[in-house]
């Protein structure tokens, strides 16, 4: 059985912070992939990041930076000098089999 | 490009009343998706097509039905509604399976009362 868990259900920072958003996939396959969503508070989910099991290349884009530890099974999200924009719930995704399973999603909000 | 489009964007429907919600893609993606989510909860899988004709149930499929008929369109029906339909149902598409990203359209807020 897979299972995504996101263990923080809601977190606040301050604009300019550093704020780091959690993710761990579980499952006996050996190849996966997981993917990270962004759902403003207009609704609409925006596609973050793809990653593979057999990639542990961290990934930066602008702001935000992804770490992927295949012995942990974590998928990190890390978003540097946070702005009051970046509000938000993030699901982390993840299939091996079949179809995505999604996250409960993290809350995030960033206070001016 | 108009990528995925859904319609109606707001709905309230009497309980045992009956309804579709519309879904068109115009990526050319052979996969297409229904999720609904629920207040404070992630999107749980209805039901999924890898082209059109072929259809397959989700996790959570009673209540539904739907039908691929072209590769563009994926019409989601609920029968007799129920209050535990009360959600927001988006629509996704992706190329193909797991290996690439899904795209969603801006979703449906169903009222059942």
């Known amino acids: 059985a897979q299972k995504v868990t996101q263990a923080q259900t809601e977190i606040s920072v301050v604009e300019k912070e550093d704020v780091t958003l959690d993710c761990v996939y579980e499952?006996?396959?050996?190849?996966?992939?997981l993917f990270w969503y962004k759902q403003p508070p207009s609704g609409e989910l925006v596609f973050l990041i793809r990653?593979?099991?057999?990639?542990?290349q961290n990934e930066i884009s602008g702001r935000y930076s992804w770490n992927f530890q295949k012995s942990t099974s974590s998928f990190n999200f890390t978003i540097t000098a946070s702005q009051v924009v970046d509000s938000a719930v993030y699901f982390c995704?993840?299939?091996?089999?079949?179809?995505?399973?999604f996250g409960k999603g993290t809350k995030l909000s960033v206070k001016p | 490009n108009a990528g995925v489009t859904q319609t109606p964007k707001f709905r309230i429907l009497k309980i045992g009343q009956s309804m579709t919600l519309q879904c068109t893609q115009d990526?050319?993606?052979?996969?297409m998706y229904w999720y609904r989510q629920d207040p404070g909860m992630g999107l749980k899988l209805i039901y999924y097509?890898?082209?059109?004709?072929?259809?397959d149930k989700g996790e959570v499929p009673n209540g539904y039905n739907v039908s691929r008929s072209t590769t563009e369109d994926f019409p989601l029906r609920l029968e007799l509604a129920a209050p535990s339909q009360t959600s927001v149902y988006f629509c996704?598409?992706?190329?193909?399976?797991?290996?690439?990203?899904?795209?969603f359209g801006p979703g449906t807020r169903l009222t059942v009362t």
């Open positions: 990526m050319n993606h052979n996969y």
């Open positions: 499952t006996r396959d050996t190849t996966y992939y």
């Open positions: 995704a993840g299939g091996s089999q079949g179809n995505l399973i």
């Open positions: 990653r593979n099991s057999f990639d542990e």
């Open positions: 097509s890898v082209g059109a004709g072929i259809t």
């Open positions: 996704a598409s992706s190329y193909t399976g797991l290996s690439y990203e899904q795209y």
